[in-house]
């Protein structure tokens, strides 16, 4: 069962691709959803999304989103899962104070058989729950911050047990920050080169 599920993540991720876009194809979706992307493996979302504001003279509303598949049927799935890149997520907000990035957490079950004629395990998944979450809103206390893997990883501690707090970016980008200088295997020193290298501090020199 467990190795089953290990392949059902990418199958739920690619059904949320294909719900968005049966949503665009209705012109006068409730949602004025108006642009759906899906991103490669690499990127810091699996998709994108963009809206359109309720005024005409307004750009549009563009959102990030994360898909994670977690399994209903599996002890400890959706605990400590990596999100995103440290200095890659602190870089978006920097850049453009509007960005959003949002994820959609997937609970799916999957049942299956051994089919007698083939000696194959033939199965079904399942969607039975959903949450979405705005990532600089979670709680600091729901958050954690990996250091292996580059720069390191921001994590949530339980995908489906998630306050939520209201800050502004820069309150984000601080609580970045703590997360960030409060690991053991992390510096000031450390902090000080990627905010430079990112150019998330000016430096004195240039104004």
């Not at 400890?76 to 104070?97: H, L």
């Not at 509007?98 to 004629?117: A, C, E, G, P, W």
């Not at 992390?186 to 990627?194: K, V």
Request: glycine fraction near 4%; include cysteine.
């Amino acid at each position: 069962m467990e190795n089953i599920n290990k392949i059902a993540g990418p199958f739920v991720e690619a059904w949320a691709v294909d719900i968005f876009s049966d949503i665009l194809e209705d012109s006068a979706n409730p949602y004025q959803l108006i642009h759906v992307e899906a991103r490669e493996r690499l990127y810091k979302a699996d998709l994108i999304l963009q809206f359109k504001k309720k005024r005409a003279i307004e750009s549009g509303i563009t959102a990030e989103i994360d898909v994670k598949a977690t399994a209903e049927d599996i002890a400890g799935s959706g605990k400590s899962p990596n999100i995103t890149s440290y200095a890659r997520i602190r870089t978006a907000y920097v850049e453009d104070p509007d960005y959003m990035f949002v994820i959609l957490s997937l609970k799916h079950r999957v049942y299956s058989r051994k089919n007698r004629t083939t000696g194959l395990m033939d199965g079904i998944m399942e969607v039975v729950g959903h949450k979405t979450y705005d990532l600089k809103y979670i709680a600091s206390a729901d958050l954690a911050y990996n250091p292996v893997l580059g720069t390191g990883q921001i994590q949530i501690k339980d995908i489906h047990y998630v306050a939520l707090e209201k800050r502004t970016v820069w309150e984000f980008c601080r609580l970045l920050d703590q997360k960030y200088l409060a690991s053991s295997k992390r510096s000031m020193e450390e902090w000080y080169a990627l905010a430079k290298k990112h150019e998330w501090i000016k430096d004195e020199d240039h104004g």
